[in-house]
């Protein structure tokens, strides 16, 4: 497991966490209806491509006026305060997932850009990491998170699992940053800094109205877990949920009860054992979608219209 102190990506002291802890055994909870499966969608009647619309707009979180984000670089998977057994399954099965996507992960003692804590005082936790080190959660750039509010949310959520992540509008073509950020400076030889010399520039190689070459990448994501909410789930649905979580940007309050998700499995725990079809589709299509549209709008068909190419290679696997 990789040895992490919150230092490693905040640089701030521990507030007071709880000791080590083990996750509480699987508790029975009485099933509810059956969500609908992406391969039953035409035994209910919707047409496949309204459905998965449906869920992409529902599920997708992207911060205000950018494109959905997902990660572009190497994932690297921190646990704290955790047990040692459940805390290596946790990193190793999120890092397996995004290995399955095409990430790379990290080898053992990277620096953790996803860090995940456990805590009997999550509330206590999060307000201390913001207060602390808020410039690890808001960086300062335009699109960069969901916002002053969103950042209240994640600290006084009640959610059994919390995450907070942050993306970057990135040059498709070269890598480089989309963004100022506060403190940015270009000299130019004259001490004159207007805007126009310090902000990043992105060399245009095909203008058009329809396309776009800035993308939005993830390079952070902070989840916590309210340990004492952990009854009723095993180490794999939590792992898989936040899995769910960390590689893509998920709306924490999106009402998925309709569908067999794993983003379920604190409302259902009997229903849902790991990722699901649509889980799986969803994660494929956003990370097979090129994210050329420029109207978002249309990014969200797009990464839709992945997800649907997703759906018919997992329904020939199964026909396998």
Known sequence: ??????????????????????????????????????????????????????????????????????????????????????????????????????????????????????????????????????????????????????????????????????????????????????????ADGTGDMSAMQYAPTTYVFAASRMTTQINDDLFRTIVILDIDKMAGVSAQQLADYIAMVTLAQIDPKADTSPYASILNVFDDPEATMSLTNWDTAYLGGLYDAERTRANLRSGRGEIAASIQRAHGRLQRTAQD
Request: glycine residues 6%; hydrophobic residues 40%.
């Open 1 to 186: 497991m990789i040895a992490l102190t919150l230092a490693a990506l905040l640089a701030s002291s521990d507030p007071q966490l709880p000791p080590q802890t083990q996750l509480p055994s699987t508790a029975q909870v009485a099933p509810q209806d059956p969500a609908t499966d992406l391969e039953d969608i035409t035994v209910v009647g919707r047409p496949l491509e309204t459905m998965i619309f449906d869920f992409v707009n529902q599920v997708a979180a992207p911060n205000r006026n950018r494109g959905i984000a997902r990660w572009n670089s190497t994932i690297c998977v921190g646990v704290a305060n955790l047990s040692p057994e459940p805390a290596q399954y946790i990193l190793d099965r999120v890092s397996t997932v995004a290995a399955d996507l095409g990430l790379n992960t990290g080898a053992p003692g990277c620096t953790p850009n996803v860090v995940i804590i456990a805590s009997d005082q999550p509330d206590d936790l999060a307000q201390t990491l913001v207060d602390e080190r808020r410039r690890a959660f808001r960086m300062g750039g335009a699109g960069m998170d969901q916002g002053g509010d969103a950042l209240a949310d994640f600290v006084t959520s009640d959610a059994p699992v919390r995450w907070w992540q942050q993306s970057m509008p990135v040059d498709a073509q070269t890598g480089e940053r989309a963004v100022r950020l506060s403190g940015d400076q270009r």
